[in-house]
Every structure is written in C-alpha cells, then in structure tokens.
C-alpha cells in the first residue's frame, strides 16, 4: 500500500493554501499557567503564615 507524499511545495498554489491554513504560534506567555503558579503560591504562604502563627 503506497501513499503519495503531502508535499505542501509542490506547487505555488498548494504551498499558498498550506501557509493560509497554518496557525500562528502565540509567543506570549499562557495565562492560565501564570495564574496557577501564583495560586500555588498564594496557598503555600498562607500555610507558612499560619504554621508560625500556631507554632
């Protein structure tokens, strides 16, 4: 079973339908991560504070 290559430069009008449907990669940073990480450290200062506060 042979399958034919998907060469997107195959020819000019292929490679301007390949370019029109790829998706630009965001280089900004992922807010959901961002606030995550500042969630999880919410969290653990509020643990600290309240271990020295009881200890």
């Known amino acids: 079973m042979s399958q034919t290559p ?7 009008h292929q490679f ?6 790829a998706q630009p990669q965001k280089s900004g940073p992922n807010v959901g991560l961002i606030v995550g990480v500042l ?3 919410a969290v653990v200062a509020i643990v600290v504070v309240a271990v ?4």
Do not use: E, K, W
């Not at 998907?6 to 000019?12: L, R, V, Y």
């Not at 301007?16 to 449907?21: E, K, L, V």
């Open 6 to 12: 998907n060469d997107p430069a195959g020819t000019t």
């Open 16 to 21: 301007q339908n390949f370019a029109s449907q």
């Open 39 to 41: 969630g999880v450290v």
């Open 52 to 55: 020295m506060a009881l200890g």
